[in-house]
């Protein structure tokens, strides 16, 4: 071990590394300062949060270790430590929004609604949350290329969906006793109904908007597209035509 220059080691041993303790990948220097507390939750919270980022700005090829640490605030090794490799990391980030979409959703309460505002307000949720939230629309199209190799391993994500759909199920149930909605919805084909008509819109609005010539982005023409949806949905839902068995 080097000394540093003009400090004298004469009666002392040398500081020994300690070996890392639980949940904790950093070796620590010795300090006659208070031993700093470690968070390793708010040490994972960290990284996924610099991985999210890094992720939906460059997808899952692009992204790299080496910047995620550093975003974070940590180092490589403490990346390995908590989450084994990059591909492990990809998948919580992907869960992670998972989670926190199916939370918000429960979170609106629609059980007590009318009906027909329980479906308006899914629809507004589902679309603002895109909106508020395209780190989710960019890592789901980077997952999509790797046909979900990653969040297919994932023992929680169909959780996270069910949840969702538990939502919508209970709204159109309510609708069918109250002679509101068709009887014979499909509360997944609902989900899917809601979920591609705000995604396909933003996911795909720089290539849409050269394509038509009109800024799809504009707060008007946003505006419209949530009427849009709101009205798709409910006139399906509210449609007396044939019946499926």
């Known amino acids: 071990m080097k000394r540093d220059k003009g400090t004298s080691t004469r009666g002392r041993r040398a500081p020994a590394l300690r070996a890392p303790s639980k949940r904790v990948a950093t070796l620590h220097a010795p300090s006659k300062r208070?031993?700093?507390?470690?968070?390793?939750?708010?040490?994972?919270?960290?990284?996924?949060d610099a991985a999210t980022e890094e992720f939906a700005r460059h997808g899952f090829d692009g992204a790299r270790i080496e910047r995620i640490s550093g975003r974070a605030g940590t180092n490589d090794r403490s990346l390995y430590y908590y989450f084994g490799s990059k591909e492990n990391l990809f998948r919580v980030a992907i869960e992670r929004v998972y989670l926190h979409m199916a939370r918000?959703?429960?979170?609106l309460n629609v059980e007590g609604m009318d009906p027909?505002?329980?479906?308006?307000?899914?629809?507004?949720?589902t679309w603002n949350y895109y909106l508020d939230h395209p780190e989710m629309i960019t890592l789901?199209?980077?997952?999509?290329?790797?046909?979900?190799?990653?969040?297919?391993?994932?023992?929680?994500?169909?959780?996270?969906?069910?949840?969702?759909?538990?939502?919508?199920?209970?709204?159109?149930?309510?609708?069918?006793?109250?002679?509101?909605?068709?009887?014979?919805?499909d509360p997944i084909e609902t989900f899917l109904t809601i979920s591609a008509l705000g995604y396909f819109y933003l996911s795909n609005r720089y290539t849409l908007s050269n394509y038509v010539g009109v800024d799809l982005m504009q707060p008007e023409r946003r505006a419209r597209w949530l009427e849009h949806i709101s009205a798709v949905v409910l006139d399906h839902m509210t449609a007396t035509g044939p019946r499926r068995a």
């Not at 470690?38 to 996924?48: H, S």
């Open 34 to 48: 208070a031993p700093v507390k470690r968070d390793p939750e708010a040490t994972q919270a960290k990284i996924l």
């Open 104 to 107: 918000a959703e429960r979170a």
């Open 140 to 185: 789901l199209n980077a997952e999509n290329l790797h046909r979900a190799v990653h969040i297919r391993r994932s023992a929680v994500a169909r959780t996270f969906s069910a949840t969702q759909v538990e939502v919508i199920k209970g709204v159109l149930d309510a609708g069918a006793a109250q002679g509101l909605f068709r009887p014979d919805l």
């Open 116 to 125: 027909r505002d329980g479906v308006k307000a899914l629809v507004a949720f």
